[in-house]
């Protein structure tokens, strides 16, 4: 299920109309990666050799030409994670513009480091494109929603030390999450950190889904994916990399990163967003009036109220706020 070719050829060769769930992918920069270490000082005597870089001058038709192919294969409700920095992604979004690719979020990836300049502002980030492929009505698989698990990591009710929603804030189109260090591995020019991959899988596809990377590299994504029980296919043009990686890849054993997943207690909401009826508006009232009649808070009678009900605090206060008036 991988390929040593070049993505755009092997996609049209290997790959169905509509035969993928997710695509995660990390396309050259055109900014010549391939010499960037002589620059920055960087020791690169545990990198693989043959990383192909795209010319700037042909990086508006190769962005055209392998985004089109991406919307191709990718199912109705797919979804797809472009991740790029910004010298080119002016190409990036035209070439998505074009398609009939629809934006979910413009994420920044937030690292722990960037490249020291002197006369203009330190770039330590990275973004991410999150696109889905518009979904057929009444077209049975192909008519899926796009897939969003917004409780596989934490539950409705989980807060932080400052009593935030834990899953509001990993949510959030800012990520920070660090690069990792591999000393004395062998390893590719870029690689995406683990962490990273595994939120965005997570979110987005289903243990069975096919997940797809374009530019291979380190097949970081397609490991993460295998582990996380997921099918994983892609492409790779740089023979030194896949020659090596293809080795590494048979080592991964489906399903394996599964039992280190943190598993989110049950949501506590399970009523939200359901009508109301009368009975239930004038109980939530009564509670809320014994409670108070005990000393607790507003705040502290509508969370009592929330573990009996399965109903949000906003939806709660403007029950009780209503009977008021």
């Known amino acids: 299920m991988f390929y040593n070719i070049d993505c755009i050829e092997g996609a049209k060769k290997y790959l169905a109309d509509s035969s993928v769930d997710l695509i995660i992918t990390d396309p050259p920069y055109g900014i010549k990666g391939d010499t960037l270490h002589k620059h920055y000082n960087r020791n690169e005597k545990n990198v693989l050799d043959g990383y192909i870089e795209v010319p700037e001058s042909e990086y508006k038709e190769f962005s055209e030409r392998w985004i089109k192919e991406a919307e191709r294969v990718l199912r109705p409700g797919g979804s797809i994670y472009i991740v790029s920095g910004y010298s080119n992604l002016h190409h990036i979004l035209n070439a998505l513009g074009q ?20 006369n203009k502002y330190i770039s330590s980030h990275y973004h991410i494109l999150y696109y889905c492929k518009p979904a057929k009505k009444n077209a049975g698989r192909q008519g899926k929603k796009p897939t969003f698990n917004t409780f596989s990591r934490f539950s409705d009710s989980e807060k932080s030390e400052s009593n935030g929603s834990l899953n509001y804030q990993d949510r959030e189109d800012v990520w920070i999450i660090n690069r990792e260090y591999k000393p004395g591995k062998i390893k590719n020019k870029n690689e995406l950190p683990s962490q990273l991959l595994i939120k965005m899988i997570q979110y987005s596809s289903n243990p069975g889904d096919t997940v797809c990377d374009f530019f291979l590299g380190s097949f970081s994504t397609a490991k993460i994916a295998i582990g996380l ?11 030194v990399a896949y020659n090596h990686q293809i080795k590494e890849i048979k080592k991964i054993i489906p399903g394996s990163l599964l039992s280190q997943l943190r598993v989110p207690p049950k949501n506590v909401l399970h009523k939200q967003g359901q009508p109301v009826s009368d009975k239930e508006r004038k109980e939530i009232v009564t509670k809320f009036a014994a409670l108070q009649k005990k000393g607790l808070t507003k705040k502290e009678s509508l969370a009592e109220i929330t573990k009996k009900t399965g109903r949000g605090y906003w939806s709660l206060l403007k029950i009780i706020d209503q009977k008021k008036v």
């Not at 690719?101 to 960037?114: R, S, V």
């Not at 029980?229 to 023979?239: I, L, Q, V």
């Open 99 to 118: 398609t009939s690719l629809t934006e979910i979020n413009h994420i920044i990836w937030k690292y722990n480091f960037g490249v020291y300049t002197k």
């Open 229 to 239: 029980d997921r099918k994983a296919t892609g492409f790779e043009k740089s023979a």
